[in-house]
């Protein structure tokens, strides 16, 4: 038998011999335990609780410590602190570790009841558990790889127990660096702040890597190759930073554009880019609640350049009311508009481009008109012309002046001016034939704005006399009159009663203030005596007068020519 069979067999002799000693110490400690009788019932209930904290000291041992004073369940050898394999068999202590018995000088003191049972020994093989250890290790390897590929230099921590977990040994990744473009060096830099922005809008501007104190220029671009216009003037702080809001210019399109830092006497220059948003145009307007004729100022952007910008009310059927023209950055910076007609409520301000079709609505709330109305007069009498002023009506429009009824044809009709207003318009003449309270309507003719107010015709009230007050048979009388009415004819009777026209003796015009002086001629009968009442009529205004004389007896008779029955010769016109 050669040497190395030799030593084998000793070393597999050396070992079983072992192996049966540790049964035997075993066994002997079964046989030689004592059971205290004595033992109440609280010692018994904390046993188990003593053995549990034992073993829980056990498991927080720092990890040097591990495994001192533990033999190994394979050969039953002792193991060396901190140990994964037994440096005698080989055998894993992953699993063992899970139930990791109570070391030597852990183990619960005599008299505080049983000792914890050491496991027993298992009965598998060196290779088979070399195989599994080799196994267990290989997964843990292969999943710490996936997660530190996945995770980079994320550490992963386990939240929810106290206990430490052992961590296998496992080889860390390389860094990966990212390769850098040759020749990039640190400089000057600008971020914008948003960088999607419309016309009008405020932008941010950060600017960093500028010398100390350094003066510097901000200029925006449509394009990298145009000149820049400056909109901006920073000084930069002792870091060579600055923060700049600026406001984004009309003038610029829809689409990218650029924002330049220059540090004045350096070649420092950093660039930025920014987007404006196209797409639906955006429109402000000052006011969106008002009347017909109100100016409106607005301000419009996102058309195309230079296109014309037709205005619509409510539908875009029909023609525009009035349109703008963008600048050549597709905007308008500031302009007016007049709210037209329509109905009391919401109603729509519709801008088309006419060339990009592009659209934009704007709702508005149109208010009601309350028109108000002044007369010249509110009592006057017939053939005097009224007239009128009045406001808030629609701007431009005719206002159709009624009579008590807006179903018959206007009696006036008057312009507004572009603020809805009129002032002393010249109405109409008052006919003859109105008497009393009248009402006058006024109603706009397209916006339908309307106002009524009343007012009162007036009767003539005329004084006359005549040219004497007494006088004798065969006297010739005249009259004076006041009152009547303007250039009116006026008849004289005697004998006109209430309900009698009586006999009409003479007659005469009125001048333009509607008087007379010594008008008409009567001759005084022969047989006349006592008193004669003279009844003046205006025959348009029929306006009455009562003139009295008194007729004197004559010493001697009378004889006076009877007199024709006189018919006016100013009734049919004559002057």
């Known amino acids: 038998m050669s040497d190395w069979m030799r030593k084998d067999g000793y070393v597999m002799d050396s070992r079983k011999n072992r192996l049966m000693q540790q049964e035997k110490m075993n066994q002997s400690a079964e046989d030689d335990e004592i059971v205290d009788l004595s033992t109440t019932e609280e010692q018994m209930i904390d046993q188990p609780i003593e053995v549990e904290a034992a073993r829980t000291r056990q498991a927080v041992l720092p990890e040097e410590q591990r495994f001192a004073g533990v033999t190994c369940p394979q050969c039953a050898m002792l193991l060396q602190a901190n140990a994964s394999f037994c440096s005698h068999c080989g055998a894993s202590l992953v699993a063992f570790e899970s139930g990791r018995p109570v070391p030597q000088n852990m183990a619960p003191s005599p008299g505080k009841g049983k000792p914890a049972k050491q496991p027993k020994k298992g009965r598998m093989s060196r290779g088979k558990l070399l195989w599994i250890g080799l196994a267990g290790i290989v997964a843990i ?16 921590h386990t939240t929810g127990s106290s206990t430490p977990q052992a961590t296998p040994a496992t080889s860390t990744p390389p860094a990966v660096t990212p390769g850098v473009p040759a020749g990039v060096t640190a400089g000057a830099l600008i971020l914008l702040n948003p960088g999607v922005v419309r016309q009008g809008a405020s932008m941010g501007v950060t600017g960093t890597g500028f010398d100390p104190r350094a003066t510097v220029d901000v200029l925006v671009k449509q394009r990298k190759s145009d000149t820049g216009q400056p909109i901006s003037l920073v000084h930069a702080d002792k870091y060579g930073n600055f923060y700049d809001n600026l406001t984004v210019p009309e003038t610029l399109s829809a689409g990218p554009f650029f924002i330049e830092a220059r540090e004045r006497s350096s070649t420092k220059v950093a660039l930025a880019a920014g987007v404006v948003a196209g797409g639906t145009p955006q429109l402000k307007l000052d006011a969106q609640v008002g009347r017909p004729g109100d100016l409106i100022t607005l301000s419009v952007h996102g058309f195309s350049p230079g296109e014309t910008i037709n205005v619509y009310w409510n539908t875009m059927s029909g023609q525009p009311f009035t349109t703008l023209h963008a600048d050549s950055g597709g905007g308008i910076g500031q302009a007016t508009v007049q709210v037209p007609f329509g109905a009391t409520g919401v109603n729509t301000f519709l801008f088309v481009g006419a060339k990009s079709l592009s659209m934009v609505a704007a709702p508005f709330d149109l208010l009601s008109l309350y028109p108000t109305i002044k007369l010249s007069n509110y ?3 017939a053939d005097h012309r009224l007239n009128f002023s009045g406001s808030g009506f629609g701007p431009g429009e005719r206002v159709l002046v009624y009579l008590n009824t807006t179903m018959d044809q206007p009696m006036a009709v008057i312009q507004t001016t572009q603020n809805g207003s009129f002032a002393n318009a010249t109405g109409f003449a008052i006919p003859f034939n109105l008497k009393g309270r009248q009402t006058l309507i006024f109603l706009g003719e397209e916006s339908r704005a309307s106002v009524a107010i009343s007012w009162t015709v007036l009767p003539y009230m005329p004084n006359a006399q005549a040219s004497t007050y007494g006088a004798l048979p065969g006297t010739t009388v005249s009259f004076y009159a006041t009152g009547f009415a303007r250039q009116e004819v006026v008849h004289v009777y005697l004998g006109h009663t209430q309900n009698t026209a009586g006999t009409m003796v003479s007659c005469f015009r009125t001048d333009d203030r509607g008087n007379a002086a010594a008008a ?17 009529i205006g025959a348009k205004s029929e306006g009455t007068a009562l003139a009295t ?23 049919n016109g004559a002057p």
């Open 549 to 571: 004389m008194s007729i004197s007896a004559p010493p001697s008779p009378v004889q006076v020519p009877p007199q024709p029955t006189f018919t006016c010769p100013l009734s």
């Open 520 to 536: 008409g001629s009567y001759v005084v009968p022969g047989d006349a005596q006592g008193k004669l009442v003279f009844t003046l």
């Open 379 to 381: 009592a006057l009498q």
């Open 141 to 156: 390897s292969v999943v710490f790889g996936i997660l530190s590929q996945t995770w980079g230099n994320v550490a992963v």
